[in-house]
């Protein structure tokens, strides 16, 4: 099992910036496709973004070309550059692993999950 820790998350104004981090523990790091998810109060759990065991990356279609998801496999981390935020971001925010090491959208591809970091966007 592969140990998942966010962090990065906080209270920023809209057209603000957060990087959140999610380092792992466990596994083989640099096969594995890594991916972000969110959860609004009351609503499920999203996809983000993902970012594949060859380094391609992928994008919901509401943060395309303002977040940037990058990976570090000597530092056993995964990133989440998030620019441009709006209050609709306002969430909770997972990182994941996908053992296939290819893109994934479903929540339910994914093994491995950490405990999420908290982002939230004032208007």
């Known amino acids: 099992q592969v140990h998942l820790v966010e962090s990065g998350g906080g209270l920023v104004q809209a057209g603000g910036s957060l990087r959140l981090s999610c380092a792992a523990s466990?596994?083989?790091?640099?096969?594995?496709?890594l991916g972000w998810f969110r959860q609004a109060p009351g609503l499920e759990r999203e996809f983000v973004a993902s970012?594949?065991?060859?380094?391609?990356?992928a994008y919901a279609e509401s943060v395309q070309g303002r977040f940037t998801i990058s990976r570090d496999n000597a530092k056993y981390t995964v990133y989440l550059q998030m620019d441009n935020l709006k209050p609709e971001d306002t969430a909770r925010y997972y990182c994941?692993?996908?053992?296939?090491?290819?893109?994934?959208?479903?929540?339910?591809?994914?093994?491995?999950w950490g405990q999420g970091t908290l982002v939230t966007v004032s208007s």
């Open positions: 466990g596994g083989t790091f640099h096969t594995y496709a």
């Open positions: 970012i594949t065991a060859a380094n391609w990356p």
């Open positions: 994941a692993v996908d053992r296939d090491g290819i893109v994934q959208i479903r929540p339910t591809d994914y093994e491995d």
